[in-house]
């Protein structure tokens, strides 16, 4: 396909305002691509290579313009075409808005043939050339190759290459247009070609498959070592939504690191480790490679996440895994100051067998097997640190909101994020941010409560009071709604623990009464009822925000205010 009739059809397509139009015009360029179709569903998207590989142009605004500035002639210079953007806003403009062809010194790039109608497959081969180009003198280099293409280029070729090369393309075509034209295009059903590409990440390849092979040949499209999908995404949400929804709840710590996607292949003695956006990480993380190697015996493709630790193999906080992720250089070094340990949390393949249409507890079963070397032990429901088999993140399923706010507390109290929630029959969707997964919402309410009540630690925290009663005014009395001892780090319990000793009146054991002296502010997911507490109500998952040294004890929340609350 000549690169002025891809041009062509796609300032057609640039200026179609309705979706389903877009589509058809795709579907149309599509059936007419010929050889040229897997380029051709990249470059519609503004892709050059498929979404899964690291391959970049690597090539920045300023090199553009200086090709475009080479290619309009000897009196414009990078400095005008910079002005021209800030005039047109837009580079697709800016480029169109000159007269390419005629300028010289190009034999080197076309053989002579300046005057040749440009092709997609010669911008593609070009593209890749320059993206190849590395060391000295590379960025002159894809200069030149880019200046090749500019002076063959017409002003409506030019306006879309410039898009291309920038990854600005911005015509309205996104993932579904492409899957949705490719099933128009070539008469098979929509939902297999988006499995095909959820696995695949080469929206060329399904294209040319769907159009060659058939229905037979997007099914036999599968998950490949080595070509990361993209990862399965979580929203917000809270328990009681998860709860009613899918009857019980498969619950797992929330991690404070970075999103890994491990590869391994003892067979072929190949690791790599992809990052959330799919970009290869495996050079700067060496002891996820040393992980794999030493715990799996079988081709695997794991969901998890990198987390830095201290000596004592304590999480610390994100910031400190930024200073290890996607680290090119001095990876040694920057390894003896901050280290980092994986914990798997999902397992989409094994040894020749993908797991994308398993349920959720059946992949985690496999994921198990898998870094335990055997099946794992049933689960006894109880929160316990998920170290017993080295790299796995425990799941625990229930529907009981207390056990699930025991979790929830002792991931917190090991310093993490807190839980995440997930339909224990759920597949695996690569891309997708549905309701199968979610993470418990932040606290969207918060209430100043006196403290009447606490309770003394156990081991390391025996000597701070840890868990404390919160009470609300309902007329002249304080009524208890709950307890809160999450949210809560040591240090500031010592500081809690000196502030409210000098209030304790009478003391049974480990359970101490206060007197009301202090608020806290606490932030909670919901309002029940409940009798556990004298008001009637109990606030779920209540978490630690502030001593609001501002307030008095007379200032707090009211029993109204709660009940107002609880009937938004």
């Known amino acids: 396909m000549e690169f002025a009739t891809f041009a062509d059809r796609v300032a057609a397509i640039d200026a179609e305002p309705a979706d389903l139009e877009i589509v058809a015009h795709v579907t149309d360029l599509f059936e007419d691509a010929g050889a040229d179709l897997a380029v051709v569903a990249r470059f519609v998207q503004g892709r050059v290579f498929p979404a899964w590989e690291s ?114 393309m911005r015509i309205g075509v996104g993932e579904g247009t492409v899957r949705d034209a490719i099933a128009e295009a ?24 769907a159009r060659d092979e058939g229905l037979e040949g997007l099914d036999a499209i599968d998950l490949e070592i080595g070509r990361p999908v993209q990862a399965m995404l979580a929203q917000a949400g809270t328990v009681t939504d998860a709860l009613e929804e899918w009857e019980e709840a498969a619950v797992e710590w929330k991690y ?21 956006n799919m970009e290869e ?27 830095a630790v201290d000596d004592d193999g304590e999480p610390l906080a994100f910031q400190e895994v930024l200073k290890r992720f996607r680290r090119k250089h001095d990876v040694a070094k920057a390894r003896e100051e901050v280290a980092v340990r994986p914990v798997f949390f999902d ?77 224990p029959d759920s597949t695996y969707s690569p891309g997708r941010r549905g309701k199968n997964w979610r993470k418990r919402k932040p606290d969207v309410e918060t209430l100043d409560c006196v403290v009447t009540g606490a309770e003394w630690g156990e081991g390391r925290r025996a000597t701070f009071l840890g868990t404390f009663e919160l009470s609300v005014w309902n007329g002249d009395a304080l009524e208890t709604v709950g307890k809160v001892a999450t949210g809560i780090t040591d240090e500031k319990l010592a500081e809690l623990t000196d502030l409210l000793e000098p209030h304790i009146g009478a003391e049974d054991g480990q359970v101490v009464d206060i007197e009301p002296a202090v608020v806290f502010e606490v932030g909670y997911e919901e ?9 009637g109500y109990a606030l779920r998952f209540p978490r630690f925000l502030a001593v609001r040294s501002d307030k008095e004890p007379g200032d707090a929340e009211t029993l109204e205010r709660v009940e107002s609350l609880r009937s938004a």
């Open 256 to 276: 404070d690191g970075a999103r890994i996607q491990l590869h391994y292949d003892p067979l072929e003695e190949t690791t790599s480790v992809f990052s959330r």
């Open 281 to 307: 990480v495996t050079d700067a993380l060496p002891e996820v490679v040393e992980y794999a190697e030493r715990t799996l015996s079988e081709p695997a493709i794991l969901d998890g996440e990198v987390v």
């Open 527 to 535: 309002i029940q009822t409940s009798p556990t507490y004298s008001s």
């Open 55 to 168: 391959r970049t142009l690597d090539i920045g605004p300023s090199a553009c313009y200086e090709a475009i500035a080479r290619a309009a002639g000897t009196n414009v210079d990078s400095d005008d075409v910079e002005d021209r953007l800030a005039e047109l806003g837009e580079i697709g403009d800016v480029a169109a808005s000159y007269d390419f062809g005629g300028q010289q010194g190009l034999s080197a790039f076309t053989g002579g043939a300046d005057t040749d109608d440009l092709t997609v497959n010669e911008v593609n081969t070009t593209l890749i050339d320059l993206a190849a180009a590395d060391g000295s003198g590379s960025q002159d280099h894809k200069v030149d190759l880019l200046f090749g293409l500019f002076n063959r280029c017409s002003s409506e070729e030019a306006r879309y290459l410039a898009r291309l090369v920038l990854s600005e």
């Open 347 to 423: 397992c989409l393949h094994a040894d020749g067998e993908d797991l994308l249409a398993e349920p959720l507890t059946a992949r985690h079963d496999r994921l198990e097997s898998l870094l335990a070397g055997k099946e794992g032990d049933e689960d006894d429901g109880a929160a316990v640190e998920p170290a017993d088999v080295e790299g796995l993140s425990l799941l625990w399923t229930t529907d009981d909101p207390d056990e699930i706010e025991a979790i929830d507390a002792d991931a917190l109290e090991s310093g993490h994020e807190g839980i995440m929630l997930k339909n």
């Open 186 to 209: 070539f008469d098979v059903p929509g939902e297999r070609v988006e499995r095909a590409l959820q696995v695949s990440n080469d929206y060329g390849h399904v294209a040319c498959v």
